[in-house]
């Protein structure tokens, strides 16, 4: 999986419109994989309250991730 840019991350955490955009749209393939239920016929659907739920609960995410300084063998990158 892809990871987000920590300066998209970081834009997003100020309210950054754009930002919060990207990293929405960065997970919306897992939060719909996680919406998803069956109909009585059988068929999958999106759950609509619970696709709801999920992105409020990643702009929640967004506003409380907290940066720390990684450590000295960090060799992440953008």
């Known amino acids: 999986m892809r990871r987000v840019p920590f300066s998209m991350i970081e834009a997003a955490k ?4 754009e930002a919060v955009e990207f990293v929405f749209r960065h997970f ?6 996680c919406c ?5 016929g059988g068929r999958p659907f999106i759950d609509g309250d619970l696709y709801d739920h ?3 609960a ?3 995410a967004i506003s409380r991730f907290q940066f720390r300084t990684p450590p000295p063998d960090f060799k992440g990158g953008e």
Not at 14 to 17: F, M, Q, R, T
Not at 28 to 33: L, P, Y
Not at 36 to 40: D, F, G, L, N
């Open 58 to 60: 990643l702009l929640s």
């Open 14 to 17: 100020k309210y950054d419109a």
């Open 28 to 33: 919306e393939g897992f939060i719909i994989h």
């Open 36 to 40: 998803q239920t069956a109909s009585t």
């Open 54 to 56: 999920a992105q409020a």
